[in-house]
């Protein structure tokens, strides 16, 4: 994926996420190895580590975030088909597609979304 943001651009978004919305980390053996970042019911940001993925932290993250609303939403590339896979996994359902004009990256993405069953 192309680079379009410097270094210090994404500092400050970062910093912007923590600031306003509502930050979760996930640590194995003391070390991060993944957060997951909402402002509200939307799923800004969820990252894991790549020596941490298939133990659990992406799940333990969402399911947190869960435990807080009835509702979540968050978009994903539509080349990302492990990320794909995985919030299917995880419940959610593909909402609705783009061409990506709506992103900074301008690539094709996916809208997914979970809701609470009543």
Avoid: C
Avoid at 29 to 50: M, P, S, W
Avoid at 58 to 82: I, S, V, Y
Avoid at 105 to 115: S, T
């Amino acid at each position: 994926m192309p680079r379009i943001h410097t270094r210090e651009q994404e500092q400050a978004f970062a910093a912007d996420l923590v600031a306003r919305g509502w930050v979760s980390v996930a640590r194995l053996q003391g070390r991060v190895v993944g957060f997951l970042a909402r402002d509200g019911a939307e799923v800004v940001a969820l990252h894991v580590a790549r020596e941490a993925r298939g133990q659990g932290v992406g799940t333990a993250l969402l399911a947190r975030a869960r435990r807080r609303q009835d509702r979540l939403a968050l978009w994903t590339f539509q080349f990302n088909h492990p990320a794909r896979a995985f919030y299917e996994a995880q419940g959610f359902h593909e909402h609705h597609r783009t061409g990506g004009a709506g992103n900074d990256e301008k690539l094709p993405d996916i809208r997914f979304v979970w809701e609470r069953r009543k």
